[in-house]
């Protein structure tokens, strides 16, 4: 995980609590200064600014750790006024690999995925939930966010492409037939969607 998004209307109350939390495991936070200010102390809230490693770990973010693989305990945090402003925060300065919301509300869950341009998007689930294994391709062993072939985590099929060899046994060859709904054609097999609205 490089980057937190945290709804504005959390500042006060949820936060500080998650601050505190990734504080306690040793992760660096690279806060802007809507979050930062937030976790400074005063008579009337409960901050982590007196947790030990608050001095050290407890940073301003500066204007690249947004778009930095961090590689590390380093975690860049960031305010949003809303949904539609961490949706296009995320296709502008993500890996569009794996991106998760924490939401309780079914409504905000479906814009996001629907929203983020993501080889995996989830709503309450761990991104560790990407890795290949969890997708049951076996050994992950490659991830493309690209949007054609593979995307997302990569199994040995999402690897390999394929060659078509045909060979016709008729003396004169074998031409394909025509299809259409006309008498004589061939038929289509699709069949209508009877679906009138999407999962997410």
Request: net charge negative; with cysteine; charged share 20%.
């Amino acid at each position: 995980m490089e980057t937190l998004l945290v709804h504005q209307s959390l500042l006060e109350t949820i936060w500080p609590d998650v601050a505190e939390a990734l504080l306690t495991v040793n992760v660096k936070l690279l806060c802007d200064e809507p979050t930062l200010s937030a976790l400074s102390s005063s008579p009337t809230k409960k901050t982590p600014d007196n947790h030990p490693n608050f001095q050290t770990h407890v940073l301003p973010a500066p204007p690249e750790a947004y778009t930095t693989e961090h590689l590390s305990l380093t975690l860049a945090v960031r305010t949003v006024p809303s949904l539609a402003v961490a949706i296009a925060h995320i296709n502008e300065h993500g890996s569009h690999h794996t991106d998760c919301i924490i939401t309780e509300s079914t409504s905000a869950g479906s814009t996001f995925v629907r929203g983020v341009d993501s080889a995996g998007v989830f709503v309450n689930a761990s991104t560790r939930f990407a890795d290949g294994f969890r997708y049951g391709f076996g050994a992950e062993v490659g991830i493309s966010t690209g949007r054609i072939h593979a995307r997302g985590p990569v199994g040995l099929e999402g690897l390999v492409t394929y060659k078509y060899v045909l060979r016709s046994q008729g003396e004169e060859g074998h031409i394909v037939g025509e299809f259409g709904r006309e008498p004589g054609k061939k038929q289509y097999a699709h069949q209508p969607i009877e679906a009138k609205e999407l999962p997410f």
